[in-house]
């Protein structure tokens, strides 16, 4: 253990001290730091003066909390001097390694996913799948099994606009935080489109290796009705050749029975793969939603307003022009500006969004 270690006392009080002890305070509190952290301990002189000195300790022999209690002691009995002391600035800090490093954002990244989690909309499946990777996760750990956690791909059944990087990026960080795999970098995920056409799939990839230990996502939307395709076939077991240095999502839209089971099937023929589905959200919960846009800036929208609102979903959906949480926020920024239009006009400042504000909107 490292600890980064400074002190610096009032000139005055050093040179009251140094006459009624005969020695200088500065080399005499270097003396203690070596007693507190035992002969094994060594200390490295960073920069020292009269007055003050930065030291680095390397410690074998005792914890940091010993060390703290120790040192505030010896500063009582030795020095007469305590916490929050006018004579003296007593500053120190545990310098982490690497690896302890490595660990303390693992652990603050896990922290940060649970909100996460739980602030999404909708995502049951998504989630319970989630609860089984952390419930797992020790046991592959301590048996040093990644491969074999490695050696599943998924398959995101989600509508576009749903919130699929999203759920890659929160998937991502919770299989580095647990330790499961070790990507290179800080961008872990790369999202990508299989493209249909008279090419072969694989000429797209033949350069993935540029880029292992990645969260990779493979877009298969238009290979959906073309499963059998040799060229498809192929693309898989060059994927299944490589696996081991990268995590496989591969995505379509959400379809009904018997299409999701022909796409889950044909991935199962050459990969292990687990199936998680996103059904489309209802318009109880795009209406939860738009909340969170609207709170932003101080909106809020009452429950007379679900029926304009479900009009201009169902508008929008019509038109083809709906693209799932991505058309909400736009939306949420049409009720605002119908709000405050509406506002103008009255000559009032309600931050209440109602039915009234958003009248013939989807007409």
């Known amino acids: 253990m490292k600890i980064r270690f400074r002190a610096e006392f009032a000139r005055d009080w050093v040179m009251t001290r140094e006459a009624t002890m005969?020695?200088?305070?500065?080399?005499?509190?270097?003396?203690?730091?070596?007693?507190?952290?035992?002969?094994?301990?060594?200390?490295?002189?960073?920069?020292?003066?009269?007055?003050?000195?930065?030291?680095?300790?390397?410690?074998?022999?005792?914890?940091?909390?010993?060390?703290?209690?120790?040192?505030?002691?010896?500063?009582e009995d030795e020095f007469q001097i305590g916490k929050g002391s006018k004579e003296a600035d007593v500053k120190y800090e545990k310098i982490l390694d690497e690896e302890e490093a490595e660990e303390v954002k693992k652990t603050q990244m896990l922290a940060a996913i649970k909100p996460k989690v739980d602030s999404l909309l909708s995502a049951a499946p998504y989630k319970e799948m989630l609860a089984q990777v952390r419930l797992i996760a020790p046991q592959i750990t301590q048996l040093g099994v990644q491969r074999v956690f490695n050696s599943r791909a998924y398959l995101f059944a989600v509508d576009e606009g749903c919130g699929f990087s999203t759920y890659l990026s929160i998937f991502a960080n919770l299989?580095?935080?647990?330790?499961?795999?070790?990507?290179?970098?800080?961008?872990?995920?790369?999202?990508?489109?299989?493209?249909?056409?008279?090419?072969?799939?694989?000429?797209?990839y033949n350069a993935i290796g540029k880029f292992k230990n990645k969260m990779i996502s493979f877009d298969i939307s238009q290979w959906v009705?073309?499963?059998?395709?040799?060229?498809?076939?192929?693309?898989?077991?060059?994927?299944?050749?490589?696996?081991?240095?990268?995590?496989?999502?591969?995505?379509?839209?959400?379809?009904?029975?018997?299409?999701?089971?022909?796409?889950?099937?044909?991935?199962?023929?050459?990969?292990?793969?687990?199936?998680?589905?996103?059904?489309?959200f209802t318009y109880k919960e795009y209406f939860e939603f738009i909340a969170n846009p609207l709170a932003k800036y101080q909106f809020k929208v009452a429950d007379d307003a679900k029926d304009e609102f479900n009009k201009k979903v169902l508008d929008e959906k019509s038109k083809g022009e709906f693209y799932g949480l991505r058309s909400m926020r736009k939306i949420a920024y049409e009720m605002m500006f119908r709000k405050m239009l509406h506002n103008a006009e009255t000559g009032s400042n309600d931050m209440v969004i109602h039915g009234e504000d958003l009248a013939g909107w989807a007409e």
Not at 60 to 70: A, G, R, V
Not at 190 to 203: Q, R
Not at 233 to 259: G, T
Request: a negative charge; aromatic letters at 12%; hydrophobic letters at 35%.
């Open 22 to 75: 005969g020695k200088n305070p500065i080399n005499h509190l270097r003396s203690c730091v070596q007693d507190i952290i035992g002969p094994d301990g060594k200390i490295k002189t960073l920069d020292s003066g009269y007055t003050d000195c930065n030291l680095m300790l390397f410690v074998n022999s005792i914890e940091y909390s010993e060390f703290e209690t120790k040192l505030w002691q010896t500063l």
């Open 175 to 204: 299989v580095s935080s647990l330790g499961l795999f070790e990507f290179t970098e800080e961008a872990k995920v790369i999202e990508t489109t299989v493209e249909y056409n008279d090419k072969d799939p694989w000429l797209q």
């Open 225 to 280: 009705t073309h499963l059998d395709e040799s060229g498809f076939k192929r693309f898989l077991r060059k994927l299944r050749s490589l696996q081991k240095d990268y995590i496989y999502v591969f995505r379509i839209p959400y379809i009904e029975e018997p299409a999701l089971g022909r796409v889950y099937q044909a991935l199962s023929d050459a990969l292990y793969t687990e199936l998680v589905t996103f059904p489309p």
